[in-house]
T-cell receptor, first 115, second 114 residues
Framework: AQSVAQPEDQVNVAEGNPLTVKCTYS??????LFWYVQYPNRGLQFLLK??????LVKGSYGFEAEFNKSQTSFHLKKPSALVSDSALYFCAVRKGYSSASKIIFGSGTRLSIRP | DGGITQSPKYLFRKEGQNVTLSCEQNLNHDAMYWYRQDPGQGLRLIYYSQIVNDFQKGDIAEGYSVSREKKESFPLTVTSAQKNPTAFYLC?????????????FGDGTRLSIL
């Protein structure tokens, strides 16, 4: 069965410092991996996805993520954090090639950027 | 601007009452989804629909029902059989339901018990 884990409930970073939000997954076959961000009382917004190809994926708002097949990880990164990056971040995985496969979301990581 | 509109933003349900949450999209997307969000649990899939007049149960469909009579609309009914309905409900859509397509979300409906 496919699953995704976000091992940290909360990540605290000072503004201007680099940030990393961790995600590991378990899925047979080729995974499609996604990152979403949620601001309070709002829906999720798509940040980036890995389908195939280059392991470093660039997305919205200066975020990027690195796909590591051997470690089954897809960590979200940003070189310099902004206070406005404070939000809830979700990693998601979906098994490739199947339109009937369901997307599985992690439990979320709350990112807090202090000024 | 294209997007997904959920209404109402807040909803209160009395014991034994069915309530319906609205979800409308003008993105011309084929696939639509309903999720339930509880604190610390991420999102769980209730129902999804890949085309008009067709829908499938997700992981937690019991106590819920949906219809998909029009491409742009995918209403969710929370029935009295759902004993713990208090949650944040999110509707989403994607272009065609393919596994490599991201989902676009509405801003949710928060449902509470009176």
């Amino acid at each position: 069965a496919q699953s995704v884990a976000q091992p940290e409930d909360q990540v605290n970073v000072a503004e201007g410092n680099p940030l990393t939000v961790k995600c590991t997954y378990s899925v047979s076959g080729n995974p499609y991996l996604f990152w979403y961000v949620q601001y309070p009382n709002r829906g999720l917004q798509f940040l980036l996805k890995y389908i195939t190809g280059d392991n470093l994926v660039k997305g919205s708002y200066g975020f990027e993520a690195e796909f590591n097949k051997s470690q089954t990880s897809f960590h979200l990164k940003k070189p310099s954090a902004l206070v406005s990056d404070s939000a809830l971040y979700f990693c998601a995985v979906r098994k490739g090639y199947s339109s009937a496969s369901k997307i599985i979301f992690g439990s979320g990581t709350r990112l807090s950027i202090r000024p | 601007d294209g997007g997904i509109t959920q209404s109402p933003k807040y909803l209160f349900r009395k014991e034994g009452q069915n309530v319906t949450l609205s979800c409308e999209q003008n993105l011309n997307h084929d696939a639509m989804y309903w999720y339930r969000q509880d604190p610390g649990q991420g999102l769980r899939l209730i129902y999804y629909s890949q085309i008009v007049n067709d829908f499938q149960k997700g992981d937690i469909a019991e106590g819920y029902s949906v219809s998909r009579e029009k491409k742009e609309s995918f209403p969710l009914t929370v029935t009295s059989a759902q004993k713990n309905p208090t949650a944040f409900y999110l509707c989403a859509s994607s272009i065609d339901g393919a596994a490599n397509q991201p989902q676009h979300f509405g801003d949710g409906t928060r449902l509470s018990i009176l």
